[in-house]
């Protein structure tokens, strides 16, 4: 069977043989029993940026009773892509005993270097998006671009990551139109069922509402766009939300953490109180302290299940109770993404007022936040 009657589903991560070619006989030198071999054992994997790729495994040789296969060469890479081979006939095999990954499992090991991140990985198994996806580099879909005044274009889009209603991807081209994007900017788009029962990707990118810094202060917008986004999850709301939390200053409940001298001299302090608790401390009252030292903040973790969240607050009142043991610090939200992303416990979101109406960003899309473009004017 051709691998273009097949899919990529037919060949990603499984062991097939496909006809040895002239041209690649000389090149494959180095792998043993290739001068006799008639046919080449490969294992199909997916290069983000390259697409469909078989890796070669070993020689192989197809006789009356199946298949002989010689020993790999776990020195050399020899890499083919789907599109040379994609009219050849291709036998596969299920290796469901694991023999076949047991015998050439350092070259195997080797592939972990193209896996991707799970919102990925999740996006290939969409079949769909099928319809969308480019014949080999499967993770590049066609996504049709609309603003209002201007014909609808398609465009190559490379998937980067997933959130709950959406996908989102990098421009691979540049737009013959103004949408105000560009090729190697970060998008979002939707899926979409057509009235013929096909589906499309598509990017609505009509110009949102200016705002103002003033807009943002008290924390009321962007709670007004949680609740309006949870009301009824659309896109207008999911993007509403993510470009004014783009924009706003929120609040992180942090741990003072002081320099050891700074900590020697209150506990030098406390330890007086101890010994003499009816000590003469007057001197004491009013007197200014300078810290000698660095004093860190350590931003809190909130932890639910296994799962680690960043909590962040649209106002220093939305942390409660809860705050109360706590410094706080206001930080504009593209400095608060770096600390999430860095954060020793990898947190899978960030988590903004998890006490009252609470909405959670995904680690997955904070690159998205990032490169949106400000509404502030």
Known sequence: MKYKDTGFRAFYHHFTAIPMKENLRKALKDFPGMSDADYILTYGYIDHTAGMTLEVLAAALHTENGFRFAEGNDEVSFKIRIGDVIEDEAAYFDDENGILAERYAAKLEMLRGYDVSEEIEKTRNMTFLDGCRDETCIDDVLVCLMKDGLKTEGCWVRISGLGDHWIMGTLLNEPDQDFGYH???????????????RYRCYCDMNPTQRITAEDLEDGSLLEAAVSAFNKERTQDHLFELLEILRDSYVWVPCIAVMSEEDQRYWDEIAQKFKDDPQGDYSELIGTEYVSKGETRLIPDILQNGDAFYFPIFSTEEAMGEYGNGFSKVQKHM??????ARNNEKKPVGIVLNAFTEPFVLDAGIFEIVEKMKSRIG
């Open 334 to 339: 593209l400095e608060v993404i770096p600390l």
């Open 183 to 197: 090729m190697g900017e970060t998008i979002g788009f939707f899926v979409q069922e057509t009235e013929d029962q």
